[in-house]
């Protein structure tokens, strides 16, 4: 069985006991998250699709760990002006392993 669901925003599909790397949750680590937001089912060959969502579909997950993803530079420069502005960014993750899948 497989699922594409909408986490913050983005669509993954996911199968159960798969690890998915997603923007940070707010849920604490070791905790269990239900996603409602089931844009599509397949099961055995059959396609469930929803108008926005499956009905009564939701995935099951656990949050694994919070970490930080890998570093960006931001770097603006201004040519002759004597602007330099370096910066980096971090963004922050979640990992999340599915359970299950409930149709």
């Given at each position: 069985m497989?699922?594409?669901v909408q986490i913050g925003g983005r669509q993954y599909r996911v199968k159960p006991n798969q690890k998915v790397v997603v923007d940070r949750l707010s849920a604490a680590e070791?905790?269990?998250v239900v996603f409602e937001q089931v844009?599509?089912?397949?099961d055995d060959g059959s396609l469930k699709?929803?108008?926005s969502a499956?009905?009564?579909?939701?995935?099951v997950g656990k949050v694994l760990r919070h970490f930080k993803g890998g570093k960006v530079v931001v770097f603006k420069k201004k040519r002759r002006k004597?602007?330099?502005v370096k910066r980096g960014h971090r963004q922050?993750?979640?990992q999340v392993e599915?359970?299950?899948?409930h149709a």
């Open positions: 497989e699922a594409i070791n905790e269990e844009k599509a089912l397949l699709v929803g108008a499956v009905e009564s579909a939701q995935v004597g602007y330099r922050p993750l979640s599915i359970v299950s899948i």
